[in-house]
């Protein structure tokens, strides 16, 4: 059975960082696609950032050179590295996991949003507070 783990979240002040993980059990990260995901109270969920299993990452362009993804194959465990937070980052934060063999072209749309539907793993969510 696939199950998702993330940890990281809190509450930060503006200009803070934090950092999440994502770890799998079940499941290998090697050669499959990882997003993460975001919901904020009354939104809708979006992609944040994703790695497919060419390695190739691809974020949106609200945290464009503020947040990196990553994954440590070893260890089955998936990173958001956030910097320089803004409190619309506020969120609860979600890892998803589909593959093997898929590639970001499969989830992204041409205006950048992700398609959460071609995920079909999920985290419970970790929450992420940022204060002005």
């Known amino acids: 059975q696939v199950q998702l783990v993330e940890s990281g979240g809190g509450s930060v002040q503006a200009g803070g960082a934090l950092r999440l993980s994502c770890v799998a059990s079940?499941?290998?990260?090697?050669?499959?696609?990882m997003a993460w995901f975001r919901q904020a109270p009354g939104k809708e969920r979006e992609g944040v950032a994703t790695?497919?299993?060419?390695?190739?990452?691809y974020y949106a362009d609200s945290v464009k050179g503020r947040f990196t993804i990553s994954k440590e194959i070893a260890k089955n465990t998936l990173y958001l590295q956030m910097n320089s937070l803004k409190p619309e980052d506020t969120a609860m934060y979600y890892c998803?996991?589909?593959?093997?063999?898929?590639?970001?072209?499969?989830?992204?749309?041409?205006?950048?949003?992700?398609?959460?539907?071609?995920?079909?793993?999920w985290g419970q969510g970790t929450q992420v507070t940022v204060s002005s």
């Open positions: 998803a996991a589909e593959g093997p063999g898929c590639y970001y072209s499969d989830y992204v749309s041409k205006d950048g949003s992700f398609r959460a539907a071609k995920f079909g793993y």
């Open positions: 079940g499941y290998t990260y090697n050669s499959v696609c």
């Open positions: 790695i497919d299993s060419d390695g190739t990452t």
